[in-house]
């Protein structure tokens, strides 16, 4: 919701843009911390540092979900599930 949001208004607004850089921030904050864990735990690789993986993830992922909604397809969550869940975090 927040992605389709986006599009919509950030153009448009100063402040509707700074509200959903802080929700994005938030997002991939929550990604950063869980990701930070399982390379201290030794389950993903430290290759990247936590920030910037959790960064790709999620600008990954909101592409996925305007090219879906664009494609009227499950194809690009398919092609961005492999690579992420098969290599980066494997």
């Given at each position: 919701?927040?992605?389709n949001?986006s599009?919509?208004?950030?153009?448009?607004?100063?402040r509707?843009r700074k509200?959903?850089?802080k929700?994005?921030a938030?997002w991939?904050?929550?990604?950063?911390?869980?990701?930070?864990?399982?390379?201290?735990?030794r389950?993903i690789s430290?290759q990247?540092?936590?920030?910037s993986?959790?960064?790709?993830?999620?600008n990954?992922?909101?592409?996925a979900l305007l090219r879906m909604r664009?494609e009227?397809s499950d194809?690009?969550?398919?092609?961005?599930k492999?690579?992420i869940?098969?290599?980066l975090?494997?």
């Amino acid at each position: 919701m927040l992605g389709n949001f986006s599009a919509e208004a950030a153009d448009h607004s100063a402040r509707i843009r700074k509200h959903l850089a802080k929700h994005f921030a938030a997002w991939s904050s929550q990604f950063e911390k869980c990701i930070s864990e399982a390379q201290e735990q030794r389950a993903i690789s430290k290759q990247f540092p936590a920030a910037s993986l959790a960064n790709f993830i999620f600008n990954s992922w909101e592409g996925a979900l305007l090219r879906m909604r664009v494609e009227k397809s499950d194809e690009p969550l398919i092609e961005f599930k492999k690579p992420i869940f098969d290599k980066l975090l494997a």
